[in-house]
Structure formats: structure tokens, C-alpha cells
């Protein structure tokens, strides 16, 4: 999925830069918690919540690693190439991208609300911000699903909207997901190496 500066005819796509689509992806992924210095308690509740963590977060990295690769496969489209490619590369990404998030959703509602003040909250949050991100990305699959491919000038012009709906995406999961970095629950969930190091494999390596 590559942005383009000008629909005229017979003019191909330009891509879009690969540190920007790589900030806008990662900056998207719930488990980029930033670490934070501050720990639980460490009374009967601090126990419990750190448990409730590690439940999430062993089964997290798996699902945070496929929206990692498919946001690498995305900027790996050539968007100079057939539109029939790169419309089946961006769809099966973000098809991808769909799912797991979908599946991350699945991980909080079975983990049950998190211990402590706020726990309930907070997990409806997660699952909420979740679930609107899968729906989110399951709409620009069919976005670009829908471009005309038989016409070079369309499909850049229609790629250029599926682009922008990329850019909010990016920008509604981050602000979204601004809340499950913070109270104790946020800090438990940063605590746990499944969380943390699904955090690092979602960092952006841009070039």
C-alpha cells in the first residue's frame, strides 16, 4: 500500500516512505508499551496483577509478531509493479494485521478483568481498542480490495485514499491505546518479557 503524489495517466505510484509507513505501523502495536520504571505493589493485589500480566502477555508475542511481518511485507511492496500485486500483497497484509489484532482482543476477554482499581475498565479498554483496530484494518482490506486494477491512473488515485485510511488507522490505534500504558496495569503488562519483547520485535527498523 503506497501513497502517490499524482494520479495522471500513465504516471506509476510513488511509494511511500518506508520510515514513515514502518512509525505509523509500529507506533499502531498495543504491546509498544514504554517501559515503565515504576512497580506494583507488592501485596496480595501487586501478586495477583503481575500473574494476570504474565497470562497476557505469554500469548501475546506471537500474534504481535505477525502484525510486525506483515507491516514488513507492506513496505516491500513495489508499488511500480502490476496493480493485481499489489493489490493481493496489501490485502493479505492487512488481512493479517486484522486477525491478529482480532486475536489480541480474544487473548484480554478470556484474561478476565485485571486485578486491582480499575481493573474491569481497563480490560474492556483493551478489548474495545482491540476490536476497533481489527475492524479498522478489515476495512482497508476491502478498500483496496475494491480499487480498479485495470486502469494504472484509478488504482494510484484509489491507492492514495487507502493510504490516507493507513495513516488514521495509525494514528486512532495510538491515541486508542494511550490508556493501556498507564496505572498499575499498564506497568504490570510492561514488567512481563513476553510484552517487552514483543515491544522490541514491533519496533520500526526503518532505513
Same mark, same amino acid.
Given at each position: 500500500?503506497?501513497?502517490?503524489?499524482?494520479?495522471?495517466?500513465?504516471?506509476?505510484?510513488?511509494?511511500?516512505?518506508?520510515?514513515?509507513?514502518?512509525?505509523?505501523?509500529?507506533?499502531?502495536?498495543?504491546?509498544?508499551?514504554?517501559?515503565?520504571?515504576?512497580?506494583?505493589?507488592?501485596?496480595?493485589?501487586?501478586?495477583?496483577?503481575?500473574?494476570?500480566?504474565?497470562?497476557?502477555?505469554?500469548?501475546?508475542?506471537?500474534?504481535?509478531?505477525?502484525?510486525?511481518?506483515?507491516?514488513?511485507?507492506?513496505?516491500?511492496?513495489?508499488?511500480?509493479?502490476?496493480?493485481?500485486?499489489?493489490?493481493?500483497?496489501?490485502?493479505?497484509?492487512?488481512?493479517?494485521?486484522? &486477525?491478529?489484532? @482480532? $486475536? /489480541? !482482543?480474544?487473548?484480554?476477554?478470556?484474561?478476565?478483568? +485485571?486485578?486491582?482499581?480499575?481493573?474491569?475498565?481497563?480490560?474492556?479498554?483493551?478489548?474495545?481498542?482491540?476490536?476497533?483496530?481489527?475492524?479498522?484494518?478489515?476495512?482497508?482490506?476491502?478498500?483496496?480490495?475494491?480499487?480498479?486494477?485495470?486502469?494504472?491512473?484509478?488504482?494510484?488515485?484509489?491507492?492514495?485514499?487507502?493510504?490516507?485510511?493507513?495513516?488514521?488507522?495509525?494514528?486512532?490505534?495510538?491515541?486508542?491505546?494511550?490508556?493501556?500504558?498507564?496505572? &498499575?496495569?499498564? @506497568? $504490570? /503488562? !510492561?514488567?512481563?518479557?513476553?510484552?517487552?519483547?514483543? +515491544?522490541?520485535?514491533?519496533?520500526?527498523?526503518?532505513?
Amino acid at each position: 500500500m503506497k501513497a502517490t503524489e499524482k494520479a495522471t495517466e500513465g504516471t506509476p505510484p510513488v511509494k511511500l516512505n518506508p520510515r514513515r509507513r514502518a512509525a505509523l505501523s509500529g507506533a499502531a502495536v498495543l504491546l509498544a508499551l514504554a517501559p515503565l520504571s515504576s512497580a506494583c505493589s507488592s501485596d496480595d493485589t501487586g501478586k495477583k496483577l503481575d500473574t494476570w500480566a504474565k497470562g497476557v502477555c505469554d500469548q501475546t508475542a506471537t500474534q504481535v509478531t505477525k502484525i510486525n511481518d506483515a507491516n514488513v511485507a507492506l513496505t516491500k511492496v513495489d508499488s511500480g509493479g502490476k496493480p493485481q500485486d499489489v493489490q493481493a500483497a496489501d490485502s493479505a497484509a492487512f488481512q493479517q494485521i486484522s &486477525d491478529a489484532y @482480532k $486475536a /489480541l !482482543a480474544g487473548i484480554f476477554t478470556a484474561a478476565g478483568p +485485571a486485578p486491582g482499581s480499575d481493573g474491569e475498565q481497563f480490560q474492556q479498554q483493551a478489548v474495545t481498542s482491540f476490536t476497533g483496530l481489527s475492524t479498522q484494518y478489515a476495512g482497508l482490506k476491502k478498500q483496496v480490495d475494491g480499487l480498479d486494477t485495470t486502469d494504472q491512473s484509478k488504482f494510484a488515485a484509489g491507492l492514495q485514499g487507502v493510504s490516507d485510511s493507513f495513516t488514521k488507522a495509525g494514528t486512532d490505534g495510538e491515541q486508542a491505546l494511550q490508556a493501556l500504558r498507564k496505572g &498499575d496495569q499498564g @506497568k $504490570a /503488562l !510492561a514488567k512481563q518479557p513476553g510484552c517487552t519483547s514483543a +515491544a522490541q520485535s514491533a519496533a520500526p527498523t526503518a532505513s
